[in-house]
């Protein structure tokens, strides 16, 4: 025995903190002495617990409050392979059980309190669906004798099932890590999701299972749960459509209620906003001012008819009448911004007024062509009418028209809805102008004035909303997710049904962007649900919509989609084109797409207006070099060069013009591998990096939808190839994707480069492990002068207590005497501070937890001490990209994931790439977790042979295979090098 068995009753009670709990879990599996005492305390609870359920006229028994307390808890505590022998142990000492029983599966209440469905036929059994309040009573624990049979029985759906009933999502996804792969399993899986407020998840989960089997009743169920939590009404009641009409008893039912009451809702919504705003629209006309209980409803539509029914006031009467009106409104933002309004209109010379107000109400009705705009602006300019000048500067769609004028109207009314609108529409500005990243700030900034009381928060969920299609543009998914729920969360607690309708369209196509699937058909279809007397609403969603089943190698549904939206007889969108020039290569074309390409082409090329940044230029030329170069190679090969060219002057400021190139260069290296064209396919590969064309030892690998294309040059430089067109499923992972010739072509090669596109580019196992090779990433720094060796090492960090990481090993120095080491330590080691200390260096080690949070970055995060303002402890690619590493150091991310990337079509997105390109000339870093009690007796060596001049690719080699024959520790082969 040692110390850690005093603290054996502590363990079961729950009472050690999360840190010393987990490190005696691990003493336990091994102790058999805590082992024997375990059962020991266990048999004295199962003693008390027969005496407390006894039958017949015995005396009370009162159990200890410590027994007590472990009967919540033991479960939750012991090692899961520790708790099924002791459940076994159990088995022998109790009497048997049925796993059929009531009681296993709550059977005994009248109702249930687990709203979703489980597989297991026990726990399906229909019982009415019953919230818990709190004060209720929980669900008695899971007893161990119930365990120990189901144990016995070999019944794992079974136990993952009880825990799931009793609101235990941790031990229930233990066990389901048990089951093999099954559309059950899915399902199973998405309830658990469900518990844990995972309702995207869940969806993905469902829609895997009913892709298997369509008519999975539990998963139509669970996936109904999902859009119903993700607040798309609509489709979650076509979900549970499905599963009425499986007339199963109780459940059909129960679903055709839900089904029912979502669309009453979801029609009761849209029609108390469209409701409103005729009566607002009527207000603008001269008609009846909005009632109070209209106001307080809609705060944020009726503010905005305010303003134009004050512009259409043709006289004092009418101005006088608004007041109620402005005195709730100011109530509710706070001010008197509308009162003074009021006061300045009911000034006005309405004589002179009342032409140019009568003049107005035809521009909000669309009555009046640009030219009879221009006028109209003109007049009120020369009449200073302000107000109205303000409100027919919208009009004009390009935001870089007028932009100093407006904004000089806006801030003169000292009202925060006009200083906020004006923000908004520069940044607009900005993003037509090509500077994303200026509009970026500029919206950030704005929305510090938007606090958590929702004053104004018709304009902030504005300005979130425009940040997300800014992040958006510039290819930010996790932010513009994380921006357009911050804008749709506002837009439904102020019932802004046409909002909410446009945000739905956004984030499906912020999903498409991330890669989730089947959130965005989810939102997607909604919005076709929820307008379908509106054709000319479709566009977009069908568009999507085909890209998604595109995405997913469904061609025929792509199209399908696609035909679906030119039954609404408008030009195709820039999206819906992106669609038919991606589908020219499959047998899902069409004969008459080269003329609608065509002329939705033209069509988008002349309405500025529909152009959202200055990259949609260049994307445009590639859409069309894309489509034609399946059809005619010659036009379609110049069209995709004249993209890259127009692409060019673009790329540090505009996301869209880098996606045209890179996805022109996709389309070039494609054609020229299809047709047996190795060596221009090579060249291809080594431009677009702006790498000389690789003599020996080289290796170009892309990868697009079902397409594959490889080129290899061996030690001779004699060229292989290979193409293929055979993918039936998004590539995962990259192990054996290089067919086994071009393996064996390299073997006499000193070391590999690679040139690999996303999404190949940093995933791990692309050549074997015996090979030398290296990501090749940018060409190597120009020659320079040598610099002052710099060697910087990040340890020790303070890792923030809520994320309950465990401490690593003390970091400490092979050579405590050298003078070129500097170290970050402890407090010091922030992102600010390791950023600031980076810029010399010529060596850096970061030693220090890594997590894969797709919630908070792309990529992995490097866990560092806290921020003493703000409290950020993240180190992400974002905040890598931009910076300049003078000292072109060699970089070693000694953390878990570190290599981890997202992979999108024109972008490898994580750390190891974003140091590269920051001037790193190697990065080493696992895609794996490391252990940390290896990771220095690794490292150590390969940095120290590095320094000596050894090429890093034959370092990472020979250390690789040494450790895997001495050690046999897998985790080395996840180490990859990037130069």
């Known amino acids: 025995m040692n110390e850690l068995c005093d603290t054996l009753e502590t363990f079961i009670d729950g009472e050690l903190a999360p840190v010393d709990a987990e490190n005696f879990r691990h003493h336990l599996t091994r102790c058999h002495a805590c082992e024997a005492r375990m059962k020991e305390l266990l048999a004295l609870e199962l003693i008390a617990d027969d005496a407390l359920h006894a039958s017949g006229d015995t005396l009370p028994f009162v159990r200890p409050p410590s027994l007590l307390k472990r009967r919540r808890t033991w479960m939750m505590?012991?090692?899961?392979?520790?708790?099924?022998?002791?459940?076994?142990?159990?088995?022998?000492?109790?009497?048997?059980?049925?796993?059929?029983?009531?009681?296993?599966?709550?059977?005994?209440?009248?109702?249930?309190?687990?709203?979703?469905?489980?597989?297991h036929p026990g726990a399906d059994r229909h019982r009415p669906y019953e919230v818990m309040r709190s004060g209720g009573d929980k669900p008695r624990a899971l007893s161990l004798r119930e365990l120990a049979k189901l144990e016995e029985a070999g019944d794992e759906r079974g136990i993952a099932s009880a825990y799931l009933l009793r609101g235990d999502p941790a031990q229930a996804g233990a066990f389901l890590d048990k089951l093999d792969a099954s559309p059950d399993l899915d399902s199973d899986r998405a309830a658990l999701a469900l518990q844990r407020g995972a309702p995207e998840e869940a969806l993905a989960l469902?829609?895997?299972?009913?892709?298997?089997?369509?008519?999975?009743?539990?998963?139509?169920?669970?996936?109904?749960?999902?859009l119903k939590a993700l607040g798309l009404s609509l489709q979650a009641a076509e979900a549970f459509d499905r599963v009425a009409a499986m007339k199963e008893p109780g459940w059909s039912d129960e679903a055709a209620q839900r089904a029912t009451e979502l669309r009453r809702q979801e029609e009761e919504q849209r029609k108390g906003w469209k409701g409103a705003k005729q009566r607002c629209d009527d207000m603008v006309l001269g008609g009846g001012v909005l009632s109070?209980?209209?106001?307080?409803?809609?705060?944020?539509l009726s503010r905005l008819c305010f303003y134009d029914a004050l512009r259409t006031a043709t006289l004092a009467e009418r101005v006088e009448s608004l007041r109620p009106l402005a005195v709730q409104l100011d109530r509710v933002d706070g001010g008197t911004h509308l009162e003074d309004a009021l006061r300045r209109a009911a000034r006005v010379d309405f004589e002179a007024r009342a032409p140019l107000a009568k003049e107005y109400v035809r521009l909000t009705r669309g009555e009046l062509a640009p030219a009879a705009r221009d006028t109209l602006i003109a007049k009120l300019r020369e009449a200073r009418q302000e107000d109205i000048l303000l409100g027919a500067l919208l009009f004009v769609s390009d935001p870089r028209q007028h932009e100093e004028e407006y904004r000089a109207l806006a801030l003169a009314t000292k009202d925060p809805w006009f200083a906020l609108l004006a923000e908004e529409r520069q940044a607009k500005a900005d993003l037509q102008r090509g500077q994303a990243p200026r509009a970026l700030t500029r919206l950030t900034v704005a929305l510090r004035t938007c606090d958590s009381e929702q004053r104004f928060s018709y304009r902030c969920l504005e300005l979130l909303r425009n940040l997300s299609l800014v992040e958006r543009q510039l290819h930010r998914p996790v932010e513009a997710r994380t921006h357009g729920l911050a804008?749709?969360?506002?837009?439904?607690?102020?019932?802004?049904?046409?909002?909410?309708?446009?945000?739905?369209?956004?984030?499906?196509?912020?999903?498409?962007?991330?890669?989730?699937?089947?959130?965005?058909?989810?939102?997607?279809?909604?919005?076709?649900?929820?307008?379908?007397?509106?054709?000319?609403?479709?566009?977009?969603?069908?568009?999507?919509?085909?890209?998604?089943?595109?995405?997913?190698?469904?061609?025929?549904?792509?199209?399908?989609?696609?035909?679906?939206?030119?039954?609404?007889?408008?030009?195709?969108?820039?999206?819906?084109?992106?669609?038919?020039?991606?589908?020219?290569?499959?047998?899902?074309?069409?004969?008459?797409?080269?003329?609608?390409?065509?002329?939705?082409?033209?069509?988008?090329?002349?309405?500025?207006?529909?152009?959202?940044?200055?990259?949609?230029?260049?994307?445009?030329?590639?859409?069309?070099?894309?489509?034609?170069?399946?059809?005619?190679?010659?036009?379609?090969?110049?069209?995709?060069?004249?993209?890259?060219?127009?692409?060019?002057?673009?790329?540090?400021?505009?996301?869209?013009?880098?996606?045209?190139?890179?996805?022109?260069?996709?389309?070039?290296?494609?054609?020229?591998?299809?047709?047996?064209?190795?060596?221009?396919?090579?060249?291809?590969?080594?431009?677009?990096?702006s790498l000389a064309l690789p003599e020996r030892c080289a290796l170009g690998v892309t990868v697009d939808d079902e397409r594959t294309a490889l080129v290899a040059r061996d030690a001779s430089g004699r060229l292989l190839g290979h193409y293929d067109a055979d993918r039936r499923q998004r590539l995962e992972g990259v192990e054996g994707l290089v067919p086994a010739k071009l393996v064996d072509a390299l073997r006499d090669c000193p070391s590999v480069d690679v040139l690999a596109r996303p999404p190949v580019l940093g995933k791990?196992?692309?050549?074997?492990?015996?090979?030398?090779?290296?990501?090749?990433?940018?060409?190597?720094?120009?020659?320079?002068?040598?610099?002052?060796?710099?060697?910087?090492?990040?340890?020790?960090?303070?890792?923030?207590?809520?994320?309950?990481?465990?401490?690593?090993?003390?970091?400490?120095?092979?050579?405590?005497?050298?003078?070129?080491?500097?170290?970050?330590?402890?407090?010091?080691?922030?992102?600010?501070?390791?950023?600031?200390?980076?810029?010399?260096?010529?060596e850096v080690q970061i030693h220090a937890h890594g997590v894969v949070d797709p919630h908070v970055a792309d990529g992995s995060l490097l866990v560092l001490s806290p921020e003493e303002q703000g409290g950020r402890y993240a180190l992400t690619a974002a905040d890598v990209q931009g910076q300049r590493l003078l000292g072109r150091p060699v970089v070693l991310l000694a953390a878990c994931h570190a290599a981890h990337s997202t992979t999108y079509f024109h972008e490898t997105f994580g750390l190891p790439v974003a140091f590269v390109e920051a001037g790193a000339r190697a990065v080493l870093a696992a895609t794996q977790e490391i252990p940390d009690t290896e990771a220095s007796a690794f490292f150590e060596p390969v940095l120290e042979r590095i320094r000596a001049g050894i090429p890093a690719a034959l370092v990472l080699r020979d250390a690789r295979q040494d450790w895997l024959r001495s050690r046999g520790s897998a985790w080395v082969r996840q180490v990859l090098l990037f130069e």
């Open 292 to 300: 109070p209980a209209e106001v307080e409803r809609y705060p944020g």
């Open 764 to 842: 791990p196992g692309l050549l074997p492990p015996d090979l030398a090779w290296t990501y090749r990433v940018a060409p190597p720094p120009p020659a320079s002068s040598p610099h002052a060796q710099r060697r910087l090492v990040v340890a020790d960090v303070n890792a923030p207590a809520e994320l309950r990481l465990p401490s690593l090993r003390a970091w400490s120095p092979p050579d405590a005497e050298d003078s070129s080491l500097s170290t970050l330590k402890g407090a010091s080691a922030t992102p600010t501070q390791v950023l600031r200390a980076m810029h010399e260096a010529t």
């Open 487 to 689: 804008a749709l969360a506002r837009a439904r607690g102020g019932r802004e049904w046409s909002k909410e309708f446009r945000l739905i369209q956004e984030l499906g196509q912020v999903a498409i962007f991330h890669g989730d699937l089947s959130l965005a058909r989810a939102y997607m279809e909604e919005a076709i649900l929820r307008t379908p007397e509106r054709c000319e609403d479709h566009e977009l969603p069908y568009a999507n919509l085909a890209l998604a089943y595109y995405r997913t190698f469904d061609f025929a549904g792509a199209r399908e989609q696609l035909d679906r939206a030119a039954k609404c007889g408008r030009p195709p969108s820039l999206a819906r084109a992106f669609v038919i020039a991606d589908l020219a290569h499959t047998h899902a074309r069409s004969d008459m797409d080269a003329d609608l390409l065509t002329r939705g082409l033209a069509a988008i090329r002349t309405t500025p207006a529909s152009l959202e940044a200055a990259g949609d230029g260049p994307m445009l030329r590639h859409i069309e070099g894309r489509f034609f170069v399946e059809q005619d190679r010659r036009r379609g090969q110049a069209l995709l060069r004249q993209a890259i060219t127009e692409a060019a002057p673009l790329l540090a400021s505009d996301v869209t013009a880098r996606k045209a190139r890179v996805y022109s260069y996709t389309s070039l290296i494609l054609d020229a591998a299809h047709h047996g064209e190795l060596e221009k396919a090579l060249a291809l590969f080594a431009e677009e990096r």
């Open 77 to 119: 505590v012991v090692p899961l392979a520790l708790a099924a022998g002791l459940a076994a142990w159990v088995l022998v000492t109790r009497p048997a059980s049925s796993t059929d029983s009531s009681e296993l599966w709550l059977g005994q209440t009248p109702g249930r309190t687990l709203e979703a469905r489980l597989t």
């Open 206 to 226: 469902a829609d895997r299972a009913l892709k298997q089997r369509p008519e999975h009743a539990q998963a139509l169920w669970n996936r109904g749960l999902a």
